[in-house]
T-cell receptor, first 113, second 113 residues
């Protein structure tokens, strides 16, 4: 099992460019999550998907869109990147119950110039 | 929303020393999770606590779920250089058909050989 995988690992964008961050999990988990992590901060939830076919906003959704493509894959899209979106992005997944622990990918480091 | 306060924010310790960090909340949590994040990696689960008063060990790590359900402690005994990283507490809460995690801002641990 690869667990949670993310691509790309690193990306540099110019302001206004768009890109999609990919996430996939092979643990048959129902719920998937996108977070961003800024220096000195914990992880903040951008969007999540409780199950295939559903998505909901988290704490900091502005400037992002998501797609739950199937049970395995959950993508995060920046339509028009801004320097404030420079961050490290983590994807997480869990089976879904209250005692289910969450597993994380290795992260995507994004720099917006 | 839910907020978790971690302390200390950072600590520098000598190899071999014991470490203690804590996490508090104004809200009650039914589960407490402790994660470690190595530099350049995603968070990895260390210990999960499911019951008030529970004390759980994982090697040199020991974590406790506070009786009030509003706090948790993580202790590391006999620290070694590979303990370096950021330690996060997290607690799940329900929202829109899924369980989300709220994270503390982390305790950054540096170990001096």
């Amino acid at each position: 099992n690869a667990g949670v995988t993310q691509t790309p690992k690193f990306q540099v964008l110019k302001t206004g460019q768009s890109m999609t961050l990919q996430c996939a999990q092979d643990m048959n988990h129902n719920s998937m999550y996108w977070y961003r992590q800024d220096p000195g901060m914990g992880l903040r939830l951008i969007y999540y998907s409780a199950s295939e076919g559903t998505t909901d906003k988290g704490e900091v959704p502005n400037g992002y869109n998501v797609s739950r493509l199937n049970k395995r894959e959950f993508s995060l899209r920046l339509e028009s990147a801004a320097p404030s979106q420079t961050s490290v992005y983590f994807c997480g997944s869990t089976r879904g119950g209250p005692q289910e622990t969450q597993y994380f990918g290795p992260g995507t480091r994004l720099l917006v110039l | 929303g839910q907020q978790l306060n971690q302390s200390p924010q950072s600590m520098f310790i000598q190899e071999g020393e014991d470490v203690s960090m804590n996490c508090t909340s104004s809200s009650i949590f039914n589960t407490w999770l402790w994660y470690k994040q190595d530099p350049g990696e995603g968070p990895v689960l260390l210990i999960a606590l499911y019951k008030a008063g529970e004390l759980t060990s994982n090697g040199r790590l020991t974590a406790q779920f506070g009786i009030t359900r509003k706090d948790s402690f993580l202790n590391i005994s006999a620290s070694i250089p590979s303990d370096v990283g950021i330690y996060f507490c997290a607690g799940p809460f329900s929202g829109a058909g899924s369980y989300q995690l709220t994270f503390g801002k982390g305790t950054k641990l540096s170990v001096i050989p």
